[in-house]
């Protein structure tokens, strides 16, 4: 906002004795006709543009146009001022004109970086990237991509995703709830190296990721309405930009308590299957893992049921690891009466303070 006024400013400056000196017929035929001025005037109107777009209420309401048009126009801001630190009558150009220069390749460094990481992710010889969509009670699709190589994600982090067919130029964030690594069986068996004493080899390995993705508007309606159209789900091409995040590592806190309301349940099953095994294989200090879930309906459970159930057979799960569901709005009563050691469900909403109080006590 600051460059922008300053932009604005500068141009005002400059229109001020344009217009005493040589009138606005003179100024008019400078803007079109003068490389230097031109390039100055279209600068400052595109960043004008920004700023009008990045407002609260526009951007919230129309992001992916925010998102692109911000990209587009921030190109032609560092173009025109390369222009008009080029043009200027000063020998040798401005002294900003070397700045401007550093500028643009650090952007189009990051540009093909993140174009190079895309490919890297999704293309491989073994192929590309699919994604397999099936719609989930409450609106919720559950996406599954099986990048064609291994790939290392940590605990808690997120991934930008692009859909074949479905706005393909849209890039969205989600959190990543679920990963698996298994050898490629698309290859014949004698290019395949199987396991030796149970270390895969990441080089014939692939991995599989797996979002929860609930129906808002736009391409998460657009894709729930898709897969809600075959009951078995459907396959679709995708590609996965990331991960991102997962800076916070929580391996030396003994006592955790997390916190997950209807999807954002992804961002924290990560941290339980992490430091479950590293509770077996000594590489964590928790002693204690609490999961507080808190959901609409019972079958809400069947979003991430196959990785709960993988979780509760990891070994010595019972000696750490507590999970408490509250269902706010049950429709029988009945299912929020089965419990066991380390699961139990609750009906209506709970308490948070009275949790926490009870956890620090224990």
């Known amino acids: 906002r600051i460059v922008v006024v300053e932009s604005v400013i500068h141009t005002i400056a400059w229109t001020i004795p344009a217009v005493a000196d040589r009138g606005w017929k003179g100024v008019f035929k400078s803007l079109i006709g003068t490389p230097f001025i031109t390039s100055g005037l279209v600068g400052t109107l595109a960043m004008v543009v ?3 777009a990045s407002v609260s209420p526009v951007r919230h309401a129309f992001y992916e146009t925010f998102l692109n048009l911000h990209i587009f126009l921030a190109l032609v801001v560092f173009v025109c001022t390369w222009i008009h630190c080029a043009t200027a009558s000063v020998p040798g150009g401005l002294p900003q004109l070397s700045w401007i220069m550093g500028i643009m390749t650090l952007w189009f460094a990051d540009r093909f970086a993140r174009f190079f990481r895309l490919a890297y992710n999704n293309w491989s010889k073994k192929g590309f990237t699919d994604a397999f969509c099936e719609a989930m009670p409450g609106e919720v699709t559950r996406v599954t991509l099986k990048l ?9 982090t997120h991934a930008y995703l692009r859909f074949s067919g479905m706005k393909s130029w849209e890039s969205h964030p989600f959190s990543i709830a ?15 190296d199987e396991p030796v004493h149970g270390v895969l080899d990441k080089n014939q390995a692939r991995t599989s990721v797996t979002f929860v993705i609930g129906a808002q508007t736009g391409l998460t309606r657009q894709l729930f ?6 009951p078995g789900g459907i396959t679709i091409r995708a590609a996965m930009e990331g991960p991102y995040a997962g800076h916070h590592n929580l391996d030396s806190y003994g006592h955790l308590l997390l916190f997950a309301g209807s999807t954002g349940i992804t961002h924290q099953l990560s941290y339980l299957k992490h430091h479950l095994e590293g509770y077996n294989a000594g590489t964590v200090a928790t002693r204690r893992l609490t999961l507080v879930w ?6 809400s459970l069947e979003w991430v049921r196959p990785y709960m159930d993988s979780i509760l057979r990891i070994p010595n799960r ?3 690891l507590r999970i408490q569901v509250f269902v706010t709005r049950p429709q029988n009563a009945r ?4 419990s066991s050691t380390t699961v139990k469900l ?5 308490n948070i303070p009275l949790l926490v109080s009870k956890e620090v006590q224990e």
Not at 294 to 299: K, L, Q
């Open 50 to 52: 920004l700023l009008i």
């Open 148 to 156: 064609p190589r291994y790939k290392t994600i940590s605990p808690g």
């Open 178 to 192: 679920w990963v698996e690594h298994s050898p490629d069986h698309l290859l014949p068996t004698y290019e395949k």
């Open 225 to 230: 309405a898709k897969a809600q159209m075959s």
């Open 294 to 299: 808190i959901i609409r309906e019972y079958e």
């Open 318 to 320: 019972q000696d750490i």
């Open 335 to 338: 299912d929020v009466m089965a």
């Open 346 to 350: 609750f009906p209506g909403r709970p």
